[in-house]
Each structure stands twice: as C-alpha cells, then as structure tokens.
T-cell receptor
Framework: GQQVMQIPQYQHVQEGEDFTTYCNSSTTLSNIQWYKQRPGGHPVFLIQ???SGEVKKQKRLTFQFGEAKKNSSLHITATQTTDVGTYFCAGPDSNYQLIWGAGTKLIIKP | KAGVTQTPRYLIKTRGQQVTLSCSPI?????VSWYQQTPGQGLQFLFEYFSETQRNKGNFPGRFSGRQFSNSRSEMNVSTLELGDSALYLC???????????FGPGTRLTVL
C-alpha cells in the first residue's frame, strides 16, 4: 500500500541552529499536510500544500512541496525552545484517507 | 467554536476488561478518525467514520471497534484488553477524512 516515509526520526540541534525534516511518498499526492505535536500534547495542523513546487512560509518555518508532488520538507530557521516537539507530515491515499509519516522529533540540546 | 473533546482523559483498566472512549467533534464536522499513539511511535490509524458509516479501517484486530451517532459523536471500544493496548488514543474531526484534522486532547489508557 501507499507509504509516507519521514526522516530523520530524531534531530538534536543547538538553539539557534536550523532544522529540516523530509517526507517522501511512494505515490503522487494530491496534497500534503504538516502537523506539530508538542510534548504531552496533541497534533496541531500547521499547513497544507497543494500545488507542485509550492513553497509557503510561516515566520521561521518554510514548507516545500516537490515538483513531482511525491516529497515535501519543513525547514525551521534559527530554532527556539518553542519549536520543540514532533513534526508529522500526512497525505491522502487513493481512498482519501490520510497516510501519516512516522514523525521527526526536534530536540534542543541544553 | 468549541474544539474536539474526548472523555475520559485518563483510564486505568486491567487485562481482559473492555473500555469505551468517547469523542465529540467540532460542530459541523461529519468525519471522526481515531488513532493510537504509543511512546516514540507515530500515529497509527484505527478507523474513520463519516455520517455514521465506517469509511476506512486501519490494520488493527477486531477487538477494536467504533461507531458514530447521528450527531457525529463517536465512540471507540476495545474489548479483552491487553497490556499492549496501553497508549494515547486520539480522535480527530474534519469535514472529510483527508482534510485538515482537528485533534482532541486524547485519552490515555493504561492496562495493568
């Protein structure tokens, strides 16, 4: 079946460093969504990308959707402690059900 | 508008028992999806209900079941609990299973 692979599983960064997580789908996606889950919390929707090659920014966060609509990335510039959490990507399959990546946990080194 | 609510927030059960979890979606949302999340694991999809019908189902045993009522509220039932069922159970509502998901705070189930 359709899979969405997300890497890395964990990323340790010093505060102020950049962070990137990548998603790759086995099939073309009609859209891709990104969510953030803070420690002890629940996933919260960040953004949805629909168009091939689309790039969207939210302050220090930059989201990209690949030209082939099979991959996506989330880049955070100059991480802050408030960025800590797990970032998930998700895209719909042929049954219009969301398929989720395993998530990337952002850890800020003390 | 009010967010997604889940009850109870915490639950402790013993092996062999059964449990029912409840989810009230955002007003106007007809889709409710259920997920299981264990420590260090991602979101494992259980099932999705839309207008009282199960539209999609994940790869979980038949001990896991659900239903949705005419007011879109949904319940999830787990029978014959096992230790491995200890997890955070999240429900999410949306206008459709592939649209932006609004998650509830979850029910943390501990099976002893």
């Amino acid at each position: 079946g359709q899979q969405v692979m997300q890497i890395p599983q964990y990323q340790h960064v010093q505060e102020g460093e950049d962070f990137t997580t990548y998603c790759n789908s086995s099939t073309t996606l009609s859209n891709i969504q990104w969510y953030k889950q803070r420690p002890g919390g629940h996933p919260v929707f960040l953004i949805q990308l629909v168009k091939s090659g689309e790039v969207k920014k939210q302050k220090r966060l930059t989201f990209q959707f690949g030209e082939a609509k099979k991959n996506s990335s989330l880049h955070i510039t100059a991480t802050q402690t408030t960025d800590v959490g797990t970032y998930f990507c998700a895209g719909p399959d042929s049954n219009y059900q969301l398929i989720w990546g395993a998530g990337t946990k952002l850890i800020i080194k003390p | 508008k009010a967010g997604v609510t889940q009850t109870p927030r915490y639950l402790i059960k013993t092996r062999g028992q059964q449990v029912t979890l409840s989810c009230s979606p955002i007003s106007g949302h007809r889709s409710v999806s259920w997920y299981q999340q264990t420590p260090g694991q991602g979101l494992q999809f259980l099932f999705e209900y839309f207008s009282e019908t199960q539209r999609n189902k994940g790869n979980f045993p038949g001990r896991f079941s659900g239903r949705q009522f005419s007011n879109s509220r949904s319940e999830m039932n787990v029978s014959t609990l096992e230790l491995g069922d200890s997890a955070l159970y999240l429900c999410a509502s949306s206008h459709g299973g592939y649209n932006e998901q609004f998650f509830g705070p979850g029910t943390r189930l501990t099976v002893l």
